[in-house]
């Protein structure tokens, strides 16, 4: 089985889990074709399945993504960045030469698209991997589904649910601002295991009942947070970035 | 029956302890939950929760034993586990070994409120009494159960099991039932397995005084149950909400948590999954706790059949108050009000039946 592993606008730590399974990896021959932070040999020829961290944010990448696509039997996003346009699709939200001004004394030297985006909004893919970062039990799971021909398993509902298995007394009943109920289960309820509310970084379930939980949070007199959490990791997830944003 | 001294809690504790791992409420992360417990001091006497729509406190505030209502956590947690192994598969030179998983701890629910013994009955009636088809795991681990339950004198206010027909006292179902009087503990057996273990425990006669009190105490406590749900009819006249509006409305403040089908000491659903290793020689069967609110729940031949919330809500309330009395002759609500106080969206099970026996009024 032929892999590549690329990186566009992220921090690089999704890709970690690649290292932290690599036990596993080797047991089943699997062949790295590509991997900039993993070997100093890479051939961009053929993948059996590409694995793509980080959002689509330049000129460059939006063609480099094509290219993957075109390379590639399967795609698969990993993380947040690449699944819903990361942190940095925050400036989405604000004047996009104000925010380049801010940061660059020179933006005249600066090639970025207007905004970052997922890499669903340029090719069609698979798989998707949740978080910030991805849970890597999750990431063997597709490899090994991918390798042995079986069904790929991956949770849907919201993270109450896996909250709930585990027996954590839900942080939002006991006063804390969660966001478990929008968002789709997997990361192993890290945060409520250690009494923390959810922040949302895997991303929102399919038709969060979005408004409902708004209520809910300015029913408790947790201010304006909610926007603020809202706006994080996975703000311009189709099913956050709002109505007139959608395509 | 007899009457031991309150203190004498701990022989009747220990006795139990001997024989069976035992599971009990106890206080954890700032709530009352369910444990394993190796000691009768783990048992949060005097601690007592405030349970007011979806808010929920628990305060030292109580010189009862027994002071707090049901755990929030329900005991078919320790029946079946919310998520485990049920069947082992190894291939080896080309042949598939099958191994199945058997229960084999021996439990002790000590300190099962009247909510949580009735759901018990139910699920057997679902699991084995009423199932052409009974589990076998369920069955296993049922047989190996050994139950305390003892009388409830501490309803929270979103209880509501007297309209679910569920007395404070129970009258079946236990193997040792324990009523806590000011003084003393009367003890009851409700088996043969019962019966030996009070037989080693010194005790008193009980006198008529000691019955007077404990039926004047239950009569205070029935006047505690103020919220109802009125069950005449009901599953007819909800069969007749089908359509209501209500749905829909409801289903907007739904966020389609789970909690409520988690925390429901009668909700079954489960799913089955695989975990493979990844050289393909062994793979685990995994049954874990599913919800009728999980938005992947009616998919059927990659068709959803229940996209929306309302849907999602009408299903499991349906299910509760109507489907539950046609396939199994029971309702499947004990009326323990978890679902109430631990509904992020603060949606009320009793407020919804009202609305809807509402509607039917109104036609």
Known sequence: ?247 | MKKIKKTQINQLFEAVKNEYSVVAPVIKEGVISLDLITDISQIPSGFTEDEKGNSYKVAKSSDRFFSYSRPYLPFKRFIIPPEFVFMKVVKNDGRINFTEVIPDKKIALFDIRPCDLKALQILDDVFINKNSHPDSYYAKAREKLFIVAVTCFSPTENCFCSSMGISLKPEHGYDILITELKDSFLIRAGSEKGSKFLERIKAEEVSQTDLVEEEKTIKETEKKINKKVSTENLSQILYSQIDSKQWEKVGSKCLACTSCTQLCPTCFCFNIVEKNSTDGSYSERIRVYDSCFNPEFATVHRFNIRQSIASRYRQWLMHKFAYWTDQFGSYGCVGCGRCITWCPAGIDITEEIKKLREGYDNH
């Open chain 1, 1 to 247: 089985m032929k892999i590549g592993v690329f990186k566009f606008a992220s921090c690089d730590g999704c890709q970690i889990a690649f290292f932290e399974i690599s036990k596993e990896l080797i047991k089943m021959d699997v062949d790295i074709q590509y991997f900039l932070e993993a070997q100093s040999e890479n051939h961009f020829d053929h993948f059996d399945v590409s694995f793509v961290e980080g959002s689509i944010s330049t000129p460059e990448q939006e063609e480099r993504i094509k290219q993957i696509r075109e390379k590639s039997k399967k795609v698969a996003v990993i993380g947040a960045c690449a699944v819903s346009g990361g942190i940095q699709s925050v400036r989405n939200f604000m004047d996009f030469f104000d925010v380049l001004s801010s940061v660059y004394p020179s933006p005249d030297y600066i090639k970025s698209l207007e905004k970052s985006k997922p890499v669903s909004d340029y090719i069609d893919v698979d798989y998707e991997l949740r978080g910030c970062p991805i849970n890597k039990s999750q990431l063997l799971e597709i490899i090994s589904s991918l390798y042995l021909g079986k069904e790929l398993v991956l949770p849907s509902y919201p993270l109450c649910l896996e909250c709930k298995i585990k027996g954590i007394p839900c942080v939002l009943i006991l006063g804390k601002p969660c966001l478990g109920s929008i968002t789709v289960a997997g990361c192993g309820a890290i945060c409520p295991s250690f009494s923390r509310g959810c922040y949302g970084c895997f991303g929102p379930i399919k038709n969060p009942n979005i408004q409902s939980l708004k209520e809910v949070f300015e029913d408790h007199g947790f201010g304006d947070i909610y926007s603020h959490i809202l706006t994080g990791f996975n703000a311009y997830n189709r099913e956050f970035r709002g109505n007139d944003e959608k395509d």
